[in-house]
């Protein structure tokens, strides 16, 4: 009874052939693609191919990247439930393995890589899908090691479905929802929080504009939000809102032509890139972080929602999700390099 009220509550709540060094020891390269048969040069594309598959399922999971490698943490997978494990994505052997099985269960969690420590921070995030029961410490996974280690601190507001960024070894977290109850419902909250793994600090920090569950990151010392969903209200949010974060200061930089939340969001240079989504699941976008232009641009994504996004030697990888159907463990990756030419 309870597993099928968990597939129920998932379902609610809701890179490829391989990978290998080619002979100019270039990474992400894959057999032809049929894509690229009638690609329109004058058009923005992007073109994904697949990617080493994850183990097993994954959706609600977060994801970070140490510049070398991807990691996913958490989430759910629908043959076990909720993943204890910590995995770890080779772009060179295109291979996924398990940094550890150890952590506390979380879904939507809030995660980011640390340089100066070596580790992955875990704040927030459900570990149950059946009385919503919040994580309210932190945890850490030593990217060289495996291990895992609970921090003896408390964190002043756990949450799920936040947003959260890396900037100078500080981690950023932001919207999401506290006290939830059944699937996406909870108390939408704008609270904004500056973690310092250094310290073990967490600071307050000026509220965001909305109360959303959201995701961004931080390109050049400014932290780009997107979009988010209000619980409450039922109500999803176009605006996309910058925080400079050594003046602490919000403003709103631009609107999306389309609502925008459970999307995969990655930096690379001054571009942000958004995928998937609830309401668009093969959405692929970008923000010009110079510009504040927001364009929608063609590709092959595969419809995909509440999946990860990292960037990862000039390429977009997109990791697991699900879409209307069923979770996934399919990853898909596209070369930046042609979208990067035309800005």
Request: aromatic fraction near 10%.
């Amino acid at each position: 009874m309870k597993r099928a009220y968990l597939l129920s509550i998932i379902l609610i709540i809701a890179n490829i052939n391989v990978f290998a060094l080619n002979p100019e020891n270039k990474l992400f390269t894959s057999h032809s693609d049929p894509y690229l048969a009638d690609a329109d040069t004058t058009v923005q594309k992007l073109i994904f191919r697949q990617a080493g598959s994850l183990p097993f399922p994954l959706v609600f999971h977060s994801a970070v990247t140490d510049s070398s490698y991807a990691y996913t943490i958490g989430g759910v997978s629908l043959k076990s439930g909720l993943s204890r494990q910590a995995l770890k994505y080779d772009p060179v052997s295109d291979q996924w393995i398990q940094l550890s099985n150890k952590i506390k269960p979380v879904v939507q969690a809030s995660a980011g890589y640390i340089a100066a420590t070596h580790k992955i921070y875990i704040i927030g995030g459900l570990t149950s899908l059946i009385n919503f029961s919040l994580f309210g410490a932190v945890q850490t996974v030593d990217v060289k090691t495996g291990e895992v280690e609970q921090l003896k601190i408390e964190n002043p507001m756990p949450r799920a479905y936040a947003g959260s960024a890396v900037w100078n070894n500080k981690m950023y977290i932001f919207g999401g929802s506290t006290k939830v109850t059944t699937g996406f419902q909870g108390v939408s909250t704008n609270a904004f929080y500056e973690f310092d793994p250094l310290t073990n600090i967490f600071t307050k920090l000026p509220d965001m504009p909305e109360a959303v569950q959201t995701s961004g990151t931080v390109v050049n010392g400014i932290l780009y939000v997107f979009g988010g969903y209000n619980s409450q209200l039922n109500k999803t949010s176009k605006n996309i809102y910058a925080y400079d974060i050594q003046q602490q200061k919000w403003q709103l930089v631009c609107k999306s032509p389309v609502d925008l939340t459970a999307n995969g969001i990655s930096a690379y240079g001054d571009l942000i890139f958004i995928t998937g989504g609830y309401y668009n699941q093969g959405l692929t976008a970008y923000l010009n972080t110079i510009t504040h232009e927001f364009k929608v641009i063609k590709s092959n994504l595969s419809p995909r929602k509440h999946s990860s996004a990292v960037s990862l030697y000039g390429h977009l990888m997109v990791i697991g999700g699900m879409n209307d159907i069923s979770s996934l463990k399919s990853n898909q990756v596209a070369d930046l390099k042609d979208i990067l030419l035309q800005e």
